[in-house]
């Protein structure tokens, strides 16, 4: 079939989907109309049809011309798919749409609909609302990420608040933003105005951020869709730690930071970790009672969260991840090229191995920082190799550190256990094995090059020195 064949075909299928919708009461929006979602729809935003080989759609409108909703949606979308690698192409666009003969409402409601479909295509992707923020942060200017807010959450209106997973709903509340605009009247125009933008810059920050949504990679989807999930039956999903265990956790830790002796604040850093896994222990035990006769594998809150790091040296820092994880009874995959490991544990582990990882990334940084530039002895510079090795000593060692509290909460636990720790924690090692099973199929082991023994031993001693809080390095 050719392609003006196909092109047909395709603008028919959509007038028929607009007039069945319009016939059925189908919802609005002010991104977009009608809200259709299904696999035809999302069908329509094809990078093959749209990329650098269709610009020729692209075109000066001549005087006097009305462009149709297809021929919008295809020079919207070409813009989007280039925009990336050539700015010029979404800035004509732009120009062209704003012009004087063109419906300012008709371009806005296109433009919005691609706009849910792209953020929609984004989450089946793989990819979450903290996901969407970390890369927007590496990839957009700040106007562009405040678009990209706005879209996000007025997608979400889309789904009964009963379908969004709860860890999804805390990742839209971190975004922060609010559903400030009419539903009656087009977002785009609405965010133009609240932002004293012209017309013009306004369509090119909308082109920009649905290029952002289409041209991501696929990842591996670790939660469940808005729309697709249900009410959970089980044991209600806590999002924290509790209150008064972070609280004596921060009172030992502040000490720890305080103090200027490092056996001291190893002493007490060691003691907050020991309260932290044996918060996670009772917690297993309480869950292992309410379940009756213990944890059945696949049943309880096993899950997986992201966390983001910084370039450079990611291959380091993600070996910190990686054994406060391994402290924490989880498990991890790397994504270097992309910046983020992913934790496979339970819901209490997870939280307690992102709290105390943000802690320890922060003063490795800044342990690593204050010894400044290196220089080797032929005079040539040797930082990066330095703060390498640095980083990889300073995890080696605090993953010592963590085992050695683990060893001591645990015997502790055990022992006014009766005996029903480890089944307890054999349940929940298969658990977890049977979610990482699931979610990573394939996996292969990896290692991280040391080849500066100053920066093997400065990060020994940093990570002597660390202190193993939660949150109080935070905002001290």
Not at 251 to 256: E, F, I, N, V
Not at 407 to 429: H, I, K, M, N
Request: charged content about 25%; hydrophobic content about 40%.
């Amino acid at each position: 079939m050719g392609r003006n064949s196909r092109d047909r075909r395709a603008a028919k299928q959509r007038a028929r989907r607009r007039r069945s919708g319009r016939a059925s009461g189908e919802g609005t929006s002010p991104f977009g109309d009608p809200l259709c979602d299904c696999p035809h729809c999302r069908a329509d935003l094809r990078p093959d049809e749209f990329g650098a080989a269709g610009l020729g759609s692209v075109r000066a409108m001549s005087p006097g011309a009305t462009p149709t909703p297809e021929e919008i949606e295809r020079w919207v979308l070409a813009a989007a798919y280039s925009g990336r690698d050539n700015a010029e192409i979404s800035r004509r666009v732009a120009t062209d749409l704003a012009a004087p003969g063109v419906e300012a409402r008709l371009v806005d409601t296109v433009i919005g609909s691609c706009l849910l479909r792209g953020v929609r295509g984004m989450w089946e992707g793989g990819w979450q609302p903290r996901d969407a923020a970390e890369l927007a942060s590496r990839r957009l200017d700040p106007l562009q990420r405040d678009y990209l807010t706005d879209v996000i959450l007025g997608e979400t209106q889309r789904y009964a608040e009963s379908t969004i997973d709860p860890r999804w709903r805390a990742q839209l509340d971190e975004l922060g933003g609010s559903l400030w605009w009419r539903s009656d009247q087009p977002h785009l125009d609405q965010w133009r105005t609240r932002q004293g933008r012209d017309r013009s810059t306004a369509l090119q920050t909308a082109m920009t951020v649905l290029g952002f949504c289409l041209t991501l990679p696929r990842t591996t989807k670790i939660l469940p869709l808005p729309g697709e999930a249900s009410v959970r039956s089980e044991r209600p999903w806590r999002g924290d730690v509790d209150d008064k265990v972070l609280a004596r956790i921060r009172a030992l830790l502040a000490k720890a930071e305080s103090t200027e002796f490092p056996d001291e604040a190893e002493a007490l850093s060691s003691k907050a970790q020991e309260l932290m896994t044996k918060f996670s222990l009772d917690r297993a035990l309480l869950d292992a009672d309410v379940d009756g006769a213990g944890r059945t594998p696949g049943t309880g809150s096993a899950s997986a969260r992201r966390i983001w790091l910084d370039a450079p040296y990611v291959s380091a820092k993600s070996l910190l991840v990686h054994v406060v994880a391994t402290a924490n009874r989880s498990r991890t995959v790397v994504e270097d090229k992309t910046g983020y490991v992913t934790v496979v544990g339970e819901e209490v582990d997870l939280e307690l191995v992102e709290i105390l990882t943000t802690s320890l990334l922060l003063q490795a940084n800044r342990a690593m920082l204050a010894h400044g530039s290196q220089v080797s002895r032929f005079g040539r510079s040797s930082t990066r190799s330095w703060r390498q090795s640095f980083l990889v000593s300073y995890s080696s060692r605090i993953g010592e550190r963590l085992n050695e509290a683990n060893a001591a909460s645990q015997a502790t636990v055990d022992a006014g256990s009766s005996g029903r720790l480890l089944p307890v924690l054999a349940a929940r090692e298969q658990e977890v094995e049977a979610l990482f099973g699931e979610l990573f199929p394939r996996t292969r082991a990896r290692s991280v090059s040391v080849s500066n023994a100053a920066g093997w031993a400065a990060g020994k001693v940093a990570a002597d020195l660390a202190s193993l809080d939660g949150r109080s390095s935070l905002t001290g």
